[in-house]
């Protein structure tokens, strides 16, 4: 057997140099590939995914993200999330995201919370404008530069408050 040499390092520097090293891998995650409607193989079966996001860091680890896709008319249900958590379970992905026309139930944003799958809501980009004119619905104006659409991350805070970040080409 090869004895591995131990560093020299404090517990703290050894934090720091493995952040260093991650966010140095950001700047160059390689071979990330997006396919949509695949199907991926579980431990009890066959699952078709919306998307999938696959990228390795660090010179060879994969990650492996699950998407669905909900065109809905309600708001996404608790159990859509738990079904995209098994899915993440089975496959041995690492990471989970719901993206949703039509927002989410206060259940299904706590469990993703708790399991750390993430909540994105996708809007018309005219819905980012907005004007003073009380109860008067406006397009935005011509020359103004608005996405076609643009989407929310919708997480909850501890305190089970929701948090909207802005996501668009220029805000990603």
């Known amino acids: 057997r090869h004895q591995i040499e131990t560093a020299a390092i404090t517990p703290t520097e050894f934090e720091n140099q493995v952040k260093i090293w991650l ?23 066959e699952y078709e995914i919306d998307a999938v996001a696959e990228f390795e860091i660090l010179g060879g680890a994969k990650i492996i993200v699950l ?3 909900k065109y809905y008319t309600s708001p996404v249900k ?6 995209l958590n098994a899915k993440i379970q089975e496959i041995g ?17 706590e469990y993703a919370r708790v399991h750390g799958i993430a909540t994105v809501n996708v809007v018309d980009g005219d819905t980012l404008y907005e004007t003073k004119a009380q109860g008067v619905r406006r397009s935005p104006p011509p020359w103004l530069d608005v996405p076609r659409f643009a989407c929310w991350f919708i997480s909850l805070t501890s305190e089970n408050l929701e948090r909207h970040q802005l996501v668009t080409e220029a805000h990603t």
């Open 23 to 45: 966010e140095t891998a950001a700047e160059s995650t390689i071979k990330f590939n997006v396919t949509a409607r695949r199907k991926l193989r579980g431990s009890s079966g």
């Open 67 to 69: 998407v669905e896709c």
């Open 78 to 83: 608790r159990d859509v999330v738990m079904l």
């Open 93 to 109: 992905a690492h990471k989970g995201i719901v993206f949703a026309t039509s927002g989410f139930q206060s259940g299904a944003l």
